[in-house]
């Protein structure tokens, strides 16, 4: 005796199973922040709404506010063995009174695409788009940029501070 199905219950079988199936992960799907690769909880919300105020600082040149978000504890090593190039806070408050100033117009936008939360640290990987006007050898050039970075948080009160990657 065979146990083979009729050729026309198989077809309806696997329909139905592929039903079942879809409706199960329709309902399980994954909701994002908008304009964002990170998934909508409140937690997630509370730091990409951190991270636009360090956004907007960028773009409106506010060195008070930036230097607010860093924590004191801020170090940046370059990405490189060279210490030459490492910014700890002084080295931040000096970069942005000064270089930072030469900039006449900045548009920075940001697309988070994840964040990674540790017990003392979290960890947010964006790619921004930044494009700004400097003085040039013949008046302002426009420059522009398009490149990922992190940013490392740490708890600081109800809120966050920046020790790296400004």
């Known amino acids: 005796m065979s146990h083979r199905l009729p050729k026309v219950v198989a077809p309806l079988l696997l329909l139905a199973s592929l039903g079942v199936t879809s409706v199960g992960l329709g309902g399980c799907a994954t909701r994002y922040i908008p304009n964002t690769d990170v998934e909508d ?9 951190f991270c636009e105020k360090y956004r907007r600082a960028v773009e409106t040149k506010n060195v008070g506010a930036l230097l607010q978000l ?19 806070y002084a080295g931040l408050r000096h970069y942005l009174s000064g270089k930072f100033q030469d900039a006449r117009a900045i548009r920075y936008e940001i697309r988070y695409r994840r964040v990674v939360k540790q017990e003392n640290a979290v960890f947010v990987d964006y790619t921004f788009s930044a494009s700004y006007r400097i003085p040039g050898e013949k008046g302002d050039e426009w420059r522009h940029k398009v490149d990922d970075n992190r940013l490392e948080l740490v708890p600081h009160q109800d809120d966050f501070r920046i020790v790296a990657g400004m």
């Open 41 to 49: 909880t409140e937690d997630n919300r509370k730091i990409i709404t």
């Open 70 to 88: 860093a924590s004191p504890d801020y170090y940046e090593d370059g990405g490189n063995v060279d210490a030459s190039d490492d910014l700890d």
